[in-house]
């Protein structure tokens, strides 16, 4: 092979390292954008799975609470005291779920934890009794709601759920 003449190596302006660093920039963008998206989906998972578990945890304190209030353990007293996560209804004020501080120990009754990062609780509340029509005025049907609070394992995902519960005394 004989190299290039002078002249002809003069009129070559390095378009081939031109086009070399393009394609590397566009190489690079192109891997940064991958990573940056798998990241991204990372995170929708996580946090798809967190609030997966921390419904699950609060379904789980709902059903504990509907039990343990079916089975009497808590006071007719209690209620009125109005402390420990025990509550009356009153309708003049915010509702009482959107006010306390779940984290405070002693404005909500504490729970199992499950898979969540911290445990779960529930507040009753106290709402008013009624006399069902055709039964007798000593026939009190007293009337309770349940919410229950949990969060996912990650601290985030906060998930509060309801129940009511009647009882006939």
Do not use: C, H
């Not at 891997?31 to 991204?40: D, F, I, P, Q």
């Not at 609470?65 to 209804?89: C, R, S, V, W």
């Not at 007293?142 to 129940?163: H, M």
């Amino acid at each position: 092979m004989s190299p290039l003449p002078l002249a002809s190596r003069r009129q070559q302006r390095g378009s081939v390292l031109i086009i070399t660093v393009i394609l590397v920039l566009l190489l690079t963008i192109l891997g940064l954008g991958t990573v940056s998206l798998n990241t991204t989906q990372t995170r929708i998972a996580t946090n798809s799975a967190d609030a997966q578990i921390s419904f699950q945890t609060a379904e789980g304190v709902l059903n504990q609470a509907q039990t343990k209030l079916i089975a009497g353990d808590y006071a007719y007293a209690n209620f009125l005291a109005g402390d420990n996560g025990l509550y009356l209804f009153d309708p003049a004020v915010a509702p009482v779920w959107t006010t306390i501080d779940w984290s405070i120990a002693g404005a909500a009754i504490p729970s199992f934890q499950g898979k969540s990062a911290v445990p779960g609780a529930y507040i009753i509340e106290l709402l008013p009794s009624f006399v069902r029509p055709g039964q007798s005025l000593k026939r009190v049907t007293r009337v309770f709601r349940i919410t229950a609070r949990a969060v996912g394992p990650s601290g985030g995902a906060p998930v509060l759920l309801q129940s009511t519960v009647q009882l006939q005394e």
